[in-house]
Every structure is written in C-alpha cells, then in structure tokens.
C-alpha cells in the first residue's frame, strides 16, 4: 500500500470540478497509473452541491472511507477510488457517471437521489455493463429495474412508506392527513406508498401536494396543507428545501401540527438553520444496525471527527462490497464484478465487516467463502438487487438536534 496521506493533503487533490481521485493525487491506494495497476476500482457519485449537498457529502466521505482504512490498515492491494459530484441534478449526474465510465470504473456506489440513480442506471450503468450499488435511493420504481446492474444498501420507501402511515395512523391517531412531497421519483414514490398505507388502515388522505426543489417560498404549498387542518402533514424533501418549508411554517403556519418526514429530511443541523426546536417534528430513516456498527463509528469518528449520518453506513457497506466482488472476481470487469455481489455478501461463509476488511480482502482473493456482515445490517440482496430486510429508526426533533427513540423492523 502507499504511505498514509492526511485529509488536508488529499482534500488538496480536489479539483474545481469536484471531481476527486485517490488515484490521481496518489497514483491510487497503493500504486499504479491512474488505476491501470489496480486490484479494485470504485467511483463514488454522490451529491455534494444541490438539494442534498448537506447530507450527500457526509455519504460520500463514508464510501471514500474502507479505502482509507485499507490504506492505513496496510492492505497488500491497491484499491482506487474517485468522488464525483451529481450536484443533486439527472443531467449532472449522467455527464459524472459518463466520466467514470470513460476512466474506467466498472463499479459505482452512487447515486443519492433516487431520480439521479434511476436517470444514470437508465443511461450509462445498465448498458455499458456497470455495477451500482446505491447507499440512499429507496424509491420503489428502482425495485422493477435490472438487478444485476444496480443494486442497493438502501431499502425501498415501499417498505417506509408503510412504516411512516403506521406510525401516522397507529402512533399519531391521524384521522385526516395532508402531504407535501419533491416533484421527483423519491418524493413522488413515497407519497404513493404512505398515501396507500394510511388508507388502508382508515385514515383519508386530504390533500396531497408536491413542489419543486429550491423555491424562495413555500407558502402556497403550507395554505394548501397545513391550512386545510390536518391531524398530521407528511412532508418529503431534501434539506435546502425543508430549511425553507419549516421556516415558512414556524413564521405563518404553526398551528401545533404534527409534522412526519422521512430519510431525505433527517438532518440534525435542521433546527439551528430554522431557528426552532421542531420539536413537533418527528421522523424516520433506515437504521444502522449491523455486526459491524461500532467498528464503522469508530472509524468514521476517527477520520472525520464527526458521528456519522443517515445513509453513511449503507456508503461505507456499499463501497466495501464492490472491493470484496472485484477482488475475488481476480479482475476488473463490471460483469465478473457483478458475478461475484452476491457471493461476498449473501450467506453462507466467513463473516466480514468493517472490523476485518482486510482479513475479508484477503479471503476474497483466495476464493474463500465469506459474507459481508456491515455496518448498516447483513447486507443481503434479493435478485432484484434490494435488501432482504430492514430496521426502521423512528426519532424526534429538539433544540439539540434529532435524537432516535424507537425501530420498525421489515423483512421479505
């Protein structure tokens, strides 16, 4: 491997496009020629900038993460990674996933943004043989897609949606519900499964109301919600536009009505940014759970100096497969790549995680018989390419950010 390199020194290789290679400012993880010599190479597109700059930067500091533990572990490979920012944008996020492509990469964690993933999977990974696993999109349309191409750490919103009418409906005691969900393939799905999972269980639905990202004002979209006098209003978004939602709704709205937001709001700098406690805000997102749980804070704190995120350990998990399927693949090439997914992370064999990845990389080689057990959870993928199970946090807002205070666990 190469010598350990600092994040000041590293974070001086990013270029004005945003564009980030290990390889580039290192000759990769370990050596070679812009990862002509690599024993694994990985993209990493994230949003950095945009709607979800806030939380996507966090995620792809988690998928850059094994890659560093690697390093400063010793690993005898040489693992390339390169960032790239989507900027929360479809065409962004194709004309990135293009550059991977044209670099080389036969194995992407990306993207974040459901409409992202689906537009690049639709247009560059599918066709052109690439592997993707997504650490955050969970909208349902991708369950329909081709698994053996694109794959995700992240759980479907059909499984969040129904946690978040159960708690709407069951918890809440919401009789009537409005919502307000993005205009994209996220918000859109989501709104869909939760609609259909309050009215099952009784509740109507009163209006349902979307709205388009980075808008000065949301107002209207609050009068035709919140002003209809629901028990509860469900709201999905990114956090730049949920910054601007909750304080129209803190300024001229606020009745006391209960809010519930998924995954894409979960941010604990949301209230200082709003300058309210949001303490009628309460929330959900996919839990970080797994065997290897502790291991990855421990890193991640250690790196970053920071606790980690929403969606971060699903990065981190999602990364670290890629590495374990091209090294017992013994080549980079997104179809032996894809051949071998499943065989590091579903059962049966030696455990992995984030505790003994380098120990894993080396049974991975060998053509051992192993399963990655990460930080998020088990990480086994059904043949559509989604998770087989997943455990819900339910949390709440305060003054001092979002603290988690229950789970909803789903299996298939």
């Known amino acids: 491997m190469a010598r350990h390199v600092s994040r000041r020194r590293v974070l001086a290789g990013i270029g004005a496009t945003g564009t980030f290679s290990i390889a ?104 052109n043989e690439v592997v993707a696993i997504s650490p955050a999109s969970t909208s349902p349309a991708i369950t329909d897609m081709d698994g053996r191409w694109l794959l995700r750490t992240a759980p479907s919103d059909a499984w969040q949606g129904d946690a978040m009418a159960e708690i709407a409906v069951e918890r809440e005691d919401a009789d009537e519900i409005a919502t307000m969900y993005l205009n994209n393939d996220y918000g859109q799905g989501l709104n869909d499964e939760f609609v259909a999972g309050c009215e099952d269980r009784g509740s109507e639905v009163i209006a349902e109301v979307p709205f388009e990202p980075e808008q000065p004002s949301y107002d209207s979209e609050l009068e035709s919600t919140v002003g209809e006098e629901p028990d509860l209003l469900m709201v999905v978004g990114y956090p730049e536009s949920g910054q601007v939602i909750f304080r129209n709704f803190y300024s001229d709205f606020d009745d006391g009505t209960t809010i519930l937001v998924p995954d894409g709001l979960i941010d604990p700098s949301l209230p200082g940014q709003v300058d309210n406690p949001m303490e009628n805000v309460i929330g959900t997102a996919p839990s970080a759970r797994g065997d290897g749980r502790d291991d990855f804070i421990g890193l991640y704190e250690d790196e970053f100096g920071r ?45 992995v995680g984030p505790g003994n990845l380098d120990e894993g990389l080396e049974m991975a080689a060998n053509g051992d018989e192993i399963q990655y057990r990460g930080a998020s959870g088990p990480v086994e993928f059904d043949d559509n390419g989604d998770p087989v199970a997943v455990t819900y946090d339910i949390g709440r807002y305060s003054a001092d950010g979002y603290d988690v205070e229950d789970t909803i666990e789903y299996e298939s």
Do not use: K
């Open 307 to 351: 606790e980690p995120g929403v969606f971060n350990a699903q990065a981190y998990d999602a990364t670290a497969v890629h590495i374990l399927a091209t090294l017992r693949a013994g080549e980079v090439d997104g179809p032996a790549i894809a051949d071998n997914i499943r065989e590091v992370a579903n059962p049966d064999g030696e455990e």
């Open 24 to 127: 580039g400012c290192l000759d990769a993880i370990g050596g070679g020629d812009n990862g002509d010599d690599a024993d694994a190479m990985v993209g990493i597109l994230q949003p950095e900038s945009g709607d979800l700059g806030d939380l996507g930067t966090p995620i792809a500091d988690a998928a850059e993460l094994p890659g560093i533990q690697l390093e400063n572990d010793g690993a005898d490979f040489t693992i390339d990674l390169r960032r790239e920012d989507t900027e929360t944008t479809p065409d962004v996020g194709v004309d990135r996933a293009q550059a991977l492509l044209d670099a080389g990469y036969p194995s992407v964690t990306g993207a974040a943004s459901s409409a992202v993933t689906i537009t690049c999977a639709e247009d560059v990974w599918i066709p």
